[in-house]
């Protein structure tokens, strides 16, 4: 077995190939560029017009396109500091945050529907909407309703081309936002690209200067509101708690750092006492669990009898004296004094161990007693200090309400007076945060189209489309054509591929020249065929294929012509019984043949026509019986084929195809094994394999396919892949 493939000085590594039992040569890898290329170089026609047609369409959108241009703006959007009175330290997430938040707000606000009203009042859009239509290359016609009369609809349409042509734009990491408009006219883009700086500028500071006024006079009386309700919460609080001599002690609590402390001793001493209950509890339960478990089971299954050391020193020594007593009783009788002695001795340590488990036992069963009453104890304790704490939290209850309300009203007014002092402090300052850094020039240059984007776009378009072109093609028809696919898509190895003969060529001559290229083919297969079975070549050979045409009856010849060349005795019979075909190829008579052998009406010597080619002999279909598959069903094929079996080395069968008929897979099972021949880029693969599978399921031995009429150049394949599998069969 060679570890490499070599022809014409070129070796392809073992790594890329593998060779397969019928010693065909198969790529490795799931990814097949090979492939891909060949599927396109089969669709070139129709990828290279779809590129071109794609080039050509955006050619003339990137003519047809009115040109637009694009004025931008750009502003600076600073954070303005609120809190400047000693207030402005924040922490560092708090403040990014803060940041992305204002500079979207910002962002939504030059989006916003009354910043496009401000800029259409600006430039007289309303009024002079024909011209803004004119200048944004858009149709006059509105589109007016019930609800909208044509001003309105007028506005509609204004507001909504702002909005489509405005593109505003913030980069990472910085606070300057660029304002672009775009616009068939460059000096009307750049006039709404600057009148939209301006009025962003000139709201921002009316905004500021509405929300002081307004906020300073909210809170002005907001905070006498919460004064008053301040002083009312406080006298009310003051006088409950006078009327029913209620001190709260909380206050002491929270200073020493127990936030959640409870409001008076008694609740204090419950809530100990209700842990030491819980404890208590669970000691009970287990003191219970194990007293129970003591007094159900076996004495000496207690764990702490096991447990115990004297327990377990009396078991050794018990043991031990088992043992002895069982070696005494096997040499003497029960009355000797040995082993009266060691009974007592026995006897006298289980009494010990069952007392001592005894006292164990009630050492637990007082634990449990104890265990219960403490918890009793605690229990009663417990409902006392209940009834205490009910009757003081009955009086804190509306304490608590007053205090809460105290508390609340007391943080309001604190705040209020807060912000309130903070805002007096920056009344008058009307600074502004949004800063102009560079007006709107106009543009020279239009934006769109960019004649190189479009064609590239074009051009990747194409190549998209031509790709799933060529996928979906492939998928639909999806053909056998190279060696690789029959044996991926049909799990079949491939033992021979046949080239297609060129137009005008005698096929005849091709067979009879040993150097031709169809003769190295059948070479290759002849050397396949050495190998097909455990005692080498085999006795008896079918040729089938799937539908008629492909190539069977003249693979079956040239396979017996290759087979004579080595020595080999050969006889080709004929028993497509209804379409007989070798008669016809290589120009023989067909008055008698296989039919008159099935019919036993002939013998062998009297049909067979010797050396049609140097050792190969012939037996034609002969007459087309009315019935060929009963002739093929009987026991007189099989026994012919065993006849010639015995005269010849191997007997090649011209079988019928398999679509719609069932003379193949009769043959199948007589044959000792069958060759598929495959038309390349005839046949889809769905078709060859349900063809096999009634093969197989007749009992045929399919060891192989042969690819018939391969044409690698067609198929999209070099020459070189062609001879690879062509000429791996022959010596170096």
């Given at each position: 077995?060679l570890?490499?493939?070599?022809a ?5 590594p073992?790594?890329?190939?593998s060779r397969?039992a019928?010693?065909?040569y ?8 090979v ?5 396109v170089y089969?669709?070139?026609f129709?990828v290279?017009?779809i590129?071109v047609?794609?080039l050509l369409?955006?050619i003339?959108?990137?003519l047809?396109?009115?040109p637009v241009y694009?004025?931008?703006?750009t502003v600076?959007?600073n954070q303005?500091?609120?809190k ?5 330290s924040?922490?560092t997430v708090?403040?990014?945050m803060d940041a ?16 496009a009203?401000?800029v259409?009042?600006?430039?007289n ?6 011209k ?5 290359n858009e149709d006059?016609d509105?589109e007016?309703s ?5 001003d ?8 909504e ?6 593109q505003?734009?913030?980069?990472a ?8 408009f775009?616009s068939?006219d460059a000096a009307f883009?750049s ?6 700086a301006?009025?962003f500028?000139r ?9 002081s006024?307004?906020?300073r ?10 004064r008053a ?8 609080q003051l006088a ?6 209620l ?5 002491a609590?929270?200073a020493?750092?127990v936030r959640?402390a409870?409001?008076?001793l ?8 209700n842990?030491?209950?819980?404890t208590?509890?669970?000691?009970r339960?287990?003191?219970q ?5 003591a007094?159900?089971g076996?004495i000496r ?17 018990k043991a ?5 007593m069982?070696?005494?009783r096997e040499?003497?009788?029960?009355d ?9 001795q ?8 069952n007392?001592?488990a005894?006292?164990?036992r009630q050492?637990?069963?007082?634990d449990?007693s104890s265990?219960l009453?403490?918890e009793?104890?605690i229990e009663?304790?417990?409902s006392?200090?209940k ?5 003081e939290?009955?009086?804190a209850v509306q ?9 609340t009203d ?10 309130y002092?903070e805002?007096n402090?920056e009344a008058?300052m009307k600074a502004?945060?949004?800063?102009l850094?560079?007006q ?13 984007l479009?064609i590239?776009l ?7 489309l031509?790709?799933l072109?060529v996928f979906?093609r ?5 053909t056998l ?7 991926e898509?049909l799990?079949?190895s491939?033992i ?5 003969i060129r137009?005008?060529?005698d096929?005849?001559?091709?067979l009879r020249d040993?150097k031709?290229e ?5 070479s290759?297969?002849?050397?396949a065929?050495?190998l097909?079975?455990?005692h080498?070549?085999?006795?008896s050979?079918?040729f ?9 009856s003249?693979t079956?010849?040239?396979t017996?012509i ?6 080999k005795r050969?006889?080709v019979?004929d028993?497509?019984?209804?379409r ?5 190829l290589?120009?023989l008579?067909n008055t008698h043949g ?5 019919t036993h009406n002939?013998t062998?010597e009297?049909v ?5 080619y140097?050792g190969?002999d012939m037996?034609?279909?002969g007459?087309?019986p ?5 002739l ?7 026994e012919l084929?065993?006849?010639l079996?015995?005269?010849y080395?191997?007997?090649?069968l011209?079988s019928?195809p398999?679509l719609?008929?069932?003379d193949?897979v009769?043959?199948g099972?007589?044959s000792?094994a069958?060759v598929l021949v495959i038309h390349?880029?005839?046949?889809q693969?769905?078709t060859?394999?349900?063809?096999m599978?009634r093969l197989?399921a ?5 060891i192989?396919a042969?690819l018939?009429?391969?044409d690698?150049?067609q198929?999209g394949y070099?020459?070189e892949?062609s001879?690879s599998?062509v000429?791996d069969h022959?010596?170096?």
């Amino acid at each position: 077995m060679l570890n490499s493939q070599e022809a014409d000085g070129q070796i392809v590594p073992e790594e890329y190939y593998s060779r397969a039992a019928e010693g065909s040569y198969r790529p490795v890898g799931g990814f097949n560029a090979v492939a891909i290329l060949a599927a396109v170089y089969r669709s070139r026609f129709w990828v290279a017009g779809i590129i071109v047609t794609m080039l050509l369409a955006g050619i003339i959108f990137t003519l047809l396109t009115t040109p637009v241009y694009e004025a931008r703006a750009t502003v600076q959007a600073n954070q303005e500091n609120e809190k400047i009175l000693g207030t402005e330290s924040q922490d560092t997430v708090a403040s990014v945050m803060d940041a992305k938040r204002f500079l979207q707000t910002q962002l939504d606000i030059l989006r916003s529907e009354s910043l496009a009203n401000l800029v259409a009042e600006e430039l007289n859009l309303y009024k002079n909407s024909e011209k803004f239509f004119e200048s944004m290359n858009e149709d006059l016609d509105l589109e007016t309703s019930t609800f909208l009369s044509k001003d309105d609809a007028t506005r509609e349409r204004v507001l909504e081309l702002l909005d489509d042509n405005l593109q505003v734009r913030l980069p990472a990491e910085s606070r300057i936002i660029t304002i672009s408009f775009s616009s068939p006219d460059a000096a009307f883009a750049s006039r709404v690209a600057n009148s939209y700086a301006n009025n962003f500028i000139r709201s921002n500071l009316q905004r500021k200067f509405d929300s002081s006024s307004y906020a300073r006079e909210f809170l002005r009386q907001q905070l006498d509101e919460a004064r008053a309700r301040l002083e009312v919460s406080e006298r009310q609080q003051l006088a409950y708690a006078r009327r029913t001599r209620l001190i709260d002690t909380s206050n002491a609590a929270e200073a020493s750092g127990v936030r959640s402390a409870p409001r008076s001793l008694t609740a204090a001493t419950l809530v100990q006492l209700n842990q030491s209950y819980a404890t208590a509890v669970a000691d009970r339960l287990k003191a219970q669990k194990k007293w129970e478990s003591a007094n159900n089971g076996p004495i000496r299954n207690i764990p702490e009898v096991l447990q115990n050391e004297t327990i377990q020193r009396l078991l050794q020594g018990k043991a031990l004296l088992q043992a002895q007593m069982q070696e005494q009783r096997e040499r003497r009788k029960e009355d000797y004094p040995v082993v009266r002695q060691l009974q007592a001795q026995l006897d006298e340590m289980d009494s010990q161990i069952n007392s001592i488990a005894n006292h164990i036992r009630q050492s637990l069963r007082q634990d449990y007693s104890s265990a219960l009453a403490l918890e009793k104890g605690i229990e009663s304790q417990m409902s006392e200090l209940k009834e205490k704490t009910l009757e003081e939290q009955s009086l804190a209850v509306q304490f608590g309400i007053l205090d809460r309300t105290t508390q609340t009203d007391r943080e309001l007014y604190d705040l209020l007076l807060k912000r309130y002092n903070e805002l007096n402090a920056e009344a008058g300052m009307k600074a502004n945060n949004i800063l102009l850094v560079d007006q709107a020039r106009t543009p020279s240059e239009p934006v769109t189209p960019n004649i190189p984007l479009n064609i590239i776009l074009s051009l990747i378009a194409g190549v998209g489309l031509a790709g799933l072109f060529v996928f979906g093609r492939e998928q639909l028809f999806d053909t056998l054509r190279t060696p690789d696919e029959v044996r991926e898509r049909l799990d079949l190895s491939v033992i021979g591929v046949v080239p297609e003969i060129r137009e005008g060529a005698d096929d005849t001559e091709l067979l009879r020249d040993p150097k031709s290229e169809v003769s190295e083919a059948f070479s290759s297969l002849r050397a396949a065929l050495m190998l097909a079975s455990s005692h080498g070549l085999p006795r008896s050979i079918q040729f089938t294929s799937t539908r008629a045409s492909e190539g069977k009856s003249f693979t079956a010849i040239a396979t017996g012509i290759g087979l004579a060349r080595i020595g080999k005795r050969v006889v080709v019979l004929d028993v497509d019984l209804r379409r007989p075909n070798q008669h016809r190829l290589n120009k023989l008579d067909n008055t008698h043949g296989a039919s008159d052998l099935l019919t036993h009406n002939m013998t062998i010597e009297e049909v067979v026509q010797r050396e049609v080619y140097p050792g190969v002999d012939m037996i034609t279909g002969g007459p087309i019986p009315p019935n060929p598959t009963e002739l093929l069903t009987s026991d007189s094929l099989s026994e012919l084929v065993r006849q010639l079996e015995g005269r010849y080395d191997v007997v090649i069968l011209d079988s019928a195809p398999l679509l719609g008929l069932a003379d193949a897979v009769l043959l199948g099972a007589t044959s000792e094994a069958t060759v598929l021949v495959i038309h390349s880029a005839a046949n889809q693969t769905a078709t060859v394999r349900n063809a096999m599978n009634r093969l197989r399921a007749g009992g045929a031995k399919i060891i192989g396919a042969v690819l018939n009429r391969f044409d690698a150049k067609q198929a999209g394949y070099s020459y070189e892949y062609s001879y690879s599998y062509v000429s791996d069969h022959e010596p170096a």
